[in-house]
């Protein structure tokens, strides 16, 4: 009786880690190499990849908190030039309008020392991508006032730029150098202040003479300070455009919420006899009320890979990923069709960054790629991979109420991050994606081989939602080895012990 209790108990534990070997092997260590393949318990195999170029449809939308793109890429071989506008509307914080304290004058024909001195528009600078030795120049122009179809959407798309020609309406310009943002700027007519991180663009004396014409009074011509409609209708917003040199070289990153993102109009003001230099700051609204809408925002990017390496080069040499809006690539994995059942402790797709290519060193990879699966015979072509995003919560990719970990990615397990490692080649950088779960649950129970699909997205897509990944907008871009007689094309290694 006792042999067979203890023969029973080993069964069950042979079951309990087939079953575990289906749905849970892996750990952390598991993909720090101390794995021993000793081809009698342990094999490994490695599964050739067909990669191809993949043409993203990218939904994403620049909405009014997300971090905006600014400047100027105009010397990458590999993938071409990359330019970066903003249109932001600035307006009061409360209406009726009125500048200073309420009880302040700002009127020389009453006090001869007051005066209004300058107005600025301002951006809160938060990063920097690419060479921050080239110098960029800005130009700032007024939105037409019959501008349409700028304020309605709560976010717009890439390519969206006003419907109404703004280039006439030139405010002023700025050469910004990147270096120059960490020093504090003291304000002009307010040396008590200063700032730092912000990019200073000082608009036209006759911009400022005509915003400072508004009135709060309803009754009065020029009455578009008495409330949001009226100013909405009189000041549409700004166009802030990179017109950078034949060598700039790199995008700002922009908080349009900051409170460093402002128009900064200058004055001298006087209260009961007693001069004040100060400013009024015009900032973003987000609409938090009826009586202040929500300013309107867009961030138009525009990439342009026509006289670059990437459009025209073999696929089967090297493949080119393009953080949001860019490229991606599409991987095929043929032998995982006809792969036999097998105790998986590791598997994983790798790709290699092929090295020395010109301007790696200002325009660096990605920090963040990210893969999914094609599948075409859906509505929603693509969708998360199975099991592996995170192991610890539960999430269907077909489930459009549950399609993705509520904690999110754990990238820690999945991978997906740049790394770099120092072997007989030299250094080298690469990615590496766990799907140890998803092929498991493969080659056990069956299913559809599908396509993946492989890019460094700002969001992900599904089921009309737009979920915040990791990647900054435009912020990135790697050549893949995948050169035929290359041990460091893209592959899929396994890990497994034979049932």
């Known amino acids: 009786m006792q042999r067979k209790s203890l023969r029973l108990m080993a069964g069950l534990a042979c079951v309990s880690l087939f079953y575990w070997g289906c749905t849970k092997i892996d750990s952390t260590v598991l993909g720090e190499d101390l794995i021993t393949i000793d081809n009698v318990y342990t094999f490994d195999t490695t599964l050739s990849i067909d990669a191809v170029r993949e043409k993203i449809i990218d939904t994403s939308r620049a909405g009014v908190s997300d ?31 009125y500048f200073g304290n309420a009880s302040d004058t700002i009127n020389p024909a009453l006090n001869a020392k007051t005066h209004f001195d300058s107005v600025f528009l301002c951006l809160s600078y938060t990063g920097f991508y690419g060479d921050t030795t080239k110098p960029q120049h800005l130009k700032v122009y007024q939105l037409d006032e019959n501008t349409g179809n700028f304020i309605d959407s709560f976010a717009h798309l890439f390519n969206f730029q006003p419907d109404r020609p703004y280039l006439g309406n030139f405010l002023g310009e700025a050469t910004v150098s990147e270096p120059d943002l960490k020093n504090y700027t003291f304000l002009n007519t ?32 020029n009455h578009f300070f008495y409330n949001d409609s009226l100013f909405n209708e ?56 009826t009586a202040l809408t929500r300013s309107a925002s867009a961030n138009y990017i525009k990439r342009d890979t026509s006289s670059s390496e990437f459009p025209t080069h073999p696929e089967d040499t090297s493949l080119y990923i393009q953080s949001t809006p860019g490229s991606a690539i599409r991987l095929n994995i043929p032998g995982l ?34 893969l999914d699966l094609l599948d075409t015979s859906s509505a929603n072509q693509y969708k998360p991979v199975y099991y592996d995003l995170s192991p610890n919560d539960f999430y269907d990719p077909d489930n459009s109420a549950a399609f993705f970990p509520a904690s999110g990615i754990d990238n820690v397990y999945y991978g997906g991050y740049l790394r770099t490692l ?17 092929i498991q649950n493969l080659v056990t129970r069956g299913g559809t081989n599908y396509k993946f699909r492989v890019y460094a997205p700002t969001k992900l897509n599904y089921y009309g939602l737009n979920l915040q990944y990791k990647n900054n907008l435009a912020f990135g871009r790697v050549k893949i080895d995948n050169g035929t007689k290359s041990k460091y094309r893209v592959r899929l290694h396994i890990i497994y012990s034979k049932i």
Do not use: M, W
């Open 337 to 370: 069709a006809g792969l036999s059942n097998r105790i998986i402790h590791r598997a994983e797709i790798i790709l290699d960054q092929l090295p020395g290519s010109p301007g790696d060193d200002v325009l660096t990879a990605p920090a963040y790629l990210y």
């Open 67 to 97: 971090i905006h793109v600014l400047g100027n890429i105009n010397n990458d071989p590999i993938f071409g030039k990359t330019k970066a506008d903003i249109f932001v509307q600035l307006k009061p914080a409360f209406f009726p309008f």
């Open 422 to 438: 120092i072997d007989a080649s030299g250094t080298r950088s690469y990615y590496t994606f766990n799907l140890t779960r998803y």
């Open 190 to 221: 307010s040396l008590k202040d200063s700032v730092t991180g912000q990019i200073r663009i000082k608009l036209s004396n006759t911009f400022l003479a005509a915003l400072i014409s508004g009135d709060s009074a309803l009754d009065k011509p």
């Open 234 to 289: 009189k000041l549409k917003g700004f166009a802030i455009v990179s017109e950078g040199n034949n060598d700039a070289n790199g995008l700002f990153y922009i908080s349009l919420t900051a409170a460093n993102t402002r128009l900064e109009v200058h004055y001298v003001s006087a209260n009961a006899n007693i001069l004040d230099t100060s400013f009024t700051a015009f900032p973003l609204s987000v609409g938090i009320s």
